[in-house]
């Protein structure tokens, strides 16, 4: 049967507060960059035990804009 059930999510870089009008990345010399990336992971993982055996599933996707 099912031994363990798992659900998550993580989200970065989802906004910013800046008195700034335009995008300047404080990490780069020359400010010509493109904006950082705001990316979202979400994932299932599950364990069960069937006859005798154990076995774990993971499946995760990774969403970017």
Partial sequence: ?????????????????????????????YYDSFPLMRSFTFGLNFSFYITETYFSVKLCTFVGK
């Avoid at 363990?4 to 404080?26: G, K």
């Fill in 1 to 29: 049967g099912l031994l363990h059930a798992q659900v998550f999510m993580n989200a970065t870089n989802l906004f910013s507060i800046s008195a700034m009008n335009e995008f300047m990345d404080p990490e780069q010399k």
